[in-house]
């Protein structure tokens, strides 16, 4: 990181920062944009050290997740990482028992992660029907101690119950007072809503304090508006989109949610139909979030090649691909 004394000027701090993009560009070296500035106008973001890489990932898992994949290690994930520059990954629990093949507990994860937490982030998740004592207050200190131990959101939600469930807003609405993001996903098994995602934009605006990240099929299949079948909000649609889909209108209405561009549901979202997609992400730039939903050794990763092909501004990629992530999740 460069140091500039406070007598240069703004011009020439502005000069000295164009040149490092120049040689970045013709060495092939990333280069970051960032320049420490002493004085009382240093920037806040100039006070933050990042692990070098492109992106921070969304959605990861560590473990073993289905009977179908092998056990990825924190040492996996990160040589992973390392090849495909990636500077920090949110590694996500899964506790409920529609959402993988083995429990992967807010323990598991934070103990995994806790000699890398400058590049493993981890989230806690309680099931909705779990029996904690309490109530309300009970639950609060359950995802308090979680957040107390490092945890900076909560997710992969992923219970098989309505979106709308009594067990849900609960939930739901404890995450946003003790200040924790909601990463849930939704389809026509876990958090169930209905085409258009009329509950989903209930909940929204019912819990306005509450920040929540979006991802899975029913959410990304919505990016559409021919969604009318049920059966749509598990597949992985083909062919152009159409516009007016619930996605464009629930983040018009709804400034508490963003999405998570991970997994076959993202890719395929924004692959269908490139032109819309990448119109898609210019106009969300502020909202969406880049993952990958890695979880076992080898895995295809289609985001990795996706992004490379849409040319997206300088800017919207700074956003999409990490400043969205670190700016949510204050890290």
Not at 44 to 66: C, F, N, Q, S
Not at 86 to 95: E, N
Not at 246 to 258: H, L, S, T, V
């Amino acid at each position: 990181m460069t140091t500039i004394n406070p007598l240069f000027s703004r011009r020439q701090l502005l000069k000295n920062a164009a040149a490092g993009a120049l040689l970045a560009g013709v060495s092939g070296l990333p280069f970051s944009g960032r320049v420490e500035v002493l004085g009382d106008d240093k920037p806040d973001d100039a006070k933050k050290e990042y692990p070098p890489g492109r992106y921070v990932d969304i959605h990861t898992h560590l473990g073993r997740t289905w009977n179908t994949t092998e056990i990825l290690t924190a040492k996996d994930l990160l040589k992973w990482m390392d090849e495909n520059d990636i500077a920090q990954s949110v590694v996500l629990p899964l506790v409920s028992p529609e959402s993988s093949s083995y429990p992967l507990t807010p323990d598991f994860v934070l103990e995994e992660t806790k000699d890398h937490r400058d590049r493993l982030i981890p989230f806690c998740c309680i099931d909705p029907r779990t029996s904690f004592q309490g109530g309300k207050e009970g639950l609060a200190g359950m995802l308090k101690d979680y957040r107390d131990r490092g945890c900076k959101g909560f997710g992969e939600h992923k219970t098989g119950i309505a979106m709308d469930d009594p067990r849900n807003l609960l939930v739901y609405e404890t995450c946003g007072e003790v200040g924790l993001p909601v990463l849930f996903h939704t389809d026509t098994i876990r958090n169930v809503d209905a085409p258009g995602l009329p509950i989903l934009e209930k909940v929204l605006k019912k819990l306005p304090q509450t920040t929540f990240i979006a991802h899975a099929n029913g959410w990304w299949a919505s990016i559409s508006g021919d969604v009318t079948e049920q059966a749509q909000l598990s597949s992985y649609p083909k062919g152009p989109v159409v516009p007016g889909g619930a996605i464009d209108r629930i983040m018009d209405e709804c400034p508490n949610i963003y999405g998570d561009l991970s997994a076959g549901s993202g890719a395929n979202a924004i692959m269908r139909d490139l032109e819309f997609g990448r119109e898609f992400l210019l106009r969300r730039a502020d909202r969406l979030l880049f993952g990958t939903d890695y979880l076992t050794p080898g895995q295809d990763v289609p985001q990795l090649t996706l992004y490379r092909q849409l040319e997206l501004p300088d800017d919207v990629q700074a956003k999409i691909f990490r400043d969205n992530a670190r700016k949510l999740l204050n890290i």
